[in-house]
């Protein structure tokens, strides 16, 4: 079993930013990537990113590429996601997630892990 814990969400207006982190513990010697999704009331869950153990490589969605950066902490096992240029849009709640291997890491049926979400509230 895996757990993962978030902090760092809450309230910013349009333009600021916020960092969120994820620190994972339990079996974290098999994990082979971490990521972020995040649900909007109302909607579905969503990819936000991800990155791979292995090589760091990284992973966005269209909609936050180039003002999301997703990095780790390898000895802390912990991931963050430093998040620029916030938008309205961009409120919801975020959930960490770990998996082993898998598919898309769009696909939220391909993790296997997930945090209980922290808060992000973009006002305008």
């Known amino acids: 079993q895996v757990q993962l814990v978030e902090s760092g969400g809450g309230l910013v207006q349009t333009g600021g930013s916020l960092r969120l982190s994820c620190a994972a513990s339990g079996r974290t010697f098999s994990l082979n990537a971490m990521g972020w999704f995040r649900q909007a009331p109302g909607k579905e869950r969503e990819f936000v990113a991800a990155?791979?153990?292995?090589?760091?490589?990284?992973f966005y969605a269209d909609s936050v590429k180039g003002r999301f950066t997703i990095s780790r902490d390898n000895a802390k096992n912990t991931v963050y996601v430093q998040m620029n240029s916030l938008k309205p849009e961009d409120t919801a709640v975020y959930y960490c997630?770990?998996?082993?291997?898998?598919?898309?890491?769009?696909?939220?049926?391909?993790?296997?892990?997930w945090g209980q979400g922290t808060q992000v509230t973009v006002s305008s």
């Open positions: 990155i791979r153990w292995t090589d760091s490589s990284t």
């Open positions: 997630a770990a998996r082993y291997y898998g598919g898309s890491y769009r696909q939220m049926s391909e993790w296997d892990y």
